[in-house]
Structures are given as structure tokens and as C-alpha cells.
T-cell receptor, first 109, second 113 residues
């Protein structure tokens, strides 16, 4: 079945450092979504990428979708303590959405 | 406009007991789904519904039943609780079956002893 691999599982960074999480699928995705879950909270939608090679920015967050539509990344520039949480990618396979295991981000101030 | 609501927030069950987790949405979304979240395993799809009267199994359906008699409600039933069902359960909705953004409820934390 379809699987989305996400790395790393954990990342501890010093406040002000950059952070990147990566997702990879063995088969072509129709789209990819990113979600953020704060500790004790529920996943909240951040963005959806659809086109090959697409890059979207939201303030300090940069999202990329690979040319082959099999991988994606989320990069946070100059992390802040408000960025803590778990970041999930979710790969779209037609109508099916498959979540990666998530990357837990901790920020040391 | 409450979005997606779930009850209860917390529940403790004994092995073998049954219960229903409630999910309701007021966004007129066609698609509703249930996920369980376990440490290190992300969100796994239990059951989903593409519209009233239509349900289907997800990745981990065993031990759970669902029904969708109205657009608004999508209850999840645990038939005979087992310790392996200790988890956080999220209901999620989206406009249609096509992969639009999903809206998650606040979750139900279930412990089975």
C-alpha cells in the first residue's frame, strides 16, 4: 500500500536556528499537505501543494514539492519557541490521504 | 460555527466494555473520517465516509464500527474495548472526498485498562 516516510523523527534546535523536515513517497503523489500539531492539540492544516516543483512560503515557513511529485520538504527559518510541535506531511493518492509519522520539533531558548 | 466537535474529551474503559465516540460538524462537509494517533505512528485512518449513508474501512478498522445517518454526525463505536485501543482519536472532515484540507476535531483521549 501507499506509504509516506517522514524524517527526522525528532529535532531539537536552538532558537534562531533553521529546521527542515522531509517526506518521501515511493509512488507519485497527486498532492501533498502539511499540518502542525501543538503539544496536546489537534492537527491544523498549513498548506497544500499540487504542482510539480511548486514552492510556497508562509512567513518563515517554506514548502517544496519535488519535480517528480514523490517528495516534499518544510523548512523553517530562524525558529522561534512558538514553532514547537509536531509537523506532519500527508500525501494525496487520488482521494486517499496518507500521513507521515511526523517530526517533533523542540526549540531551546 | 463550531467546526468539528468531539465528545467525550477523555474516557477510561475496562477491557470488554463498549462505547461510542461522538463527532459532529456544522460545515456541511461531505467527507468525514476517524483517525487514531499513537506515539511514533502518525495518524492512521480507521473508517471514513464520503457522504450520508456511505462508509468504508481505512487502514486499521478492526474492533471499530461506524455509521453515517446524517451529514453532520459520524459516531465511532468500540465494540469490545481492548488495551491495544488505548489511543487519541481524532475526527476529521473535508469538503469532499477529493483531497482538500482537512479539519480536525479536538480529539478524545481513550485509556483501556
Amino acid at each position: 500500500g501507499q506509504q509516506v516516510m517522514q524524517i527526522p523523527q525528532y529535532q531539537h534546535v536552538q532558537e534562531g536556528e533553521d529546521f527542515t523536515t522531509y517526506c518521501n513517497s515511493s509512488t507519485t503523489l497527486s498532492n501533498i499537505q502539511w499540518y502542525k500539531q501543538r503539544p496536546g492539540g489537534h492537527p491544523v492544516f498549513l498548506i497544500q501543494l499540487v504542482k510539480s516543483g511548486e514552492v510556497k512560503k508562509q512567513k518563515r515557513l517554506t514548502f517544496q514539492f519535488g519535480e517528480a511529485k514523490k517528495n516534499s520538504s518544510l523548512h523553517i527559518t530562524a525558529t522561534q519557541t512558538t514553532d514547537v510541535g509536531t509537523y506532519f506531511c500527508a500525501g494525496g493518492y487520488g482521494n486517499k490521504l496518507v500521513f507521515g509519522a511526523g517530526t517533533i520539533l523542540r526549540v531551546k531558548s | 460555527n463550531a467546526g468539528v466537535t468531539q465528545t467525550p474529551k477523555f474516557q477510561v474503559l475496562k477491557t470488554g466494555q463498549s462505547m461510542t465516540l461522538q463527532c459532529a460538524q456544522d460545515m456541511n462537509h461531505e467527507y468525514m473520517s476517524w483517525y487514531r494517533q499513537d506515539p511514533g505512528m502518525g495518524l492512521r485512518l480507521i473508517h471514513y465516509s464520503v457522504g450520508a449513508g456511505i462508509t468504508d474501512q481505512g487502514e486499521v478498522p478492526n474492533g471499530y464500527n461506524v455509521s453515517r445517518s446524517t451529514t453532520e454526525d459520524f459516531p465511532l463505536r468500540l465494540l469490545s474495548a481492548a488495551p491495544s485501543q488505548t489511543s487519541v482519536y481524532f475526527c476529521a472532515t473535508r469538503l469532499r472526498a477529493e483531497t482538500y484540507e482537512q479539519y480536525f476535531g479536538p480529539g478524545t483521549r481513550l485509556t483501556v485498562t
